[in-house]
C-alpha cells in the first residue's frame, strides 16, 4: 500500500526563495472529492498524472499515484474536472535532511503560499527553516481538494480580521 506522511505550514515570510533547487508549474483538478477518498488529474508542461488518496485527516493518507499520457490528462482536467482548476506553481527547497515543497498558488488560490514537508514515518523528526509559519495540517481548508470548492478568494479575509 502506498502512503502519504506529510505535514503542512503556511509561510511566514519570503527568505526560502533564495534556496530553490527546482520549480514547476502545476494545474489540478478533482474528479471526486468527499469524506472518504479524492481523485485528481495534476498537468505540467510535459507529464500529467492520475492521484487517488484517502481523505484522513491528519499526517498520514493513502496515496496512488500513475504518470498518464499528457494528451488524456488534459483532456480530462478540462472536460471532467471540477471548476475552478488548482493553479500552483512548486517550489523545491531543500533543508536539512529533507526537501520542502513550497506552493504559490494562482487563479482563484492566488496570495495564498503553502509549505509542505513529507517523511517517512509517522513521527519523524524535522527542523523547520525560519520561514515556516503556523501548522495548517490538519485545517481542512488548505486541502488542495477543499481549495477546489472553496478557494482562498472566498475566506482570506477572515484571517485578517
Request: aromatic share 10%; charged share 30%; glycine share 4%.
Amino acid at each position: 500500500m502506498a502512503k502519504e506522511i506529510e505535514h503542512k505550514f503556511l509561510v511566514r515570510n519570503n527568505d526560502w526563495k533564495g534556496e530553490i533547487d527546482r520549480s514547476t508549474e502545476y494545474k489540478q483538478g478533482y474528479m471526486v472529492s468527499d469524506d472518504k477518498k479524492s481523485v485528481r488529474i495534476r498537468v505540467s508542461d510535459h507529464k500529467a498524472w492520475l492521484n487517488i488518496k484517502s481523505a484522513t485527516m491528519g499526517t498520514y493518507r493513502q496515496e496512488f499515484e500513475y504518470q498518464i499520457p499528457l494528451e488524456d490528462g488534459l483532456e480530462i482536467l478540462n472536460t471532467l474536472c471540477e471548476k475552478p482548476i488548482i493553479e500552483k506553481t512548486r517550489h523545491l527547497v531543500p533543508y536539512k535532511q529533507h526537501t520542502w515543497e513550497i506552493d504559490v498558488f494562482t487563479g482563484d488560490n492566488a496570495e495564498l503560499i503553502v509549505a509542505e514537508i513529507e517523511l517517512t514515518e509517522v513521527g519523524e523528526h524535522f527542523e523547520k527553516p525560519s520561514w515556516v509559519g503556523a501548522e495548517v495540517t490538519t485545517d481542512i481548508r488548505y486541502y488542495n481538494n477543499s481549495l477546489c470548492k472553496n478557494p482562498y478568494k472566498n475566506w482570506k479575509h477572515e484571517l485578517k480580521k
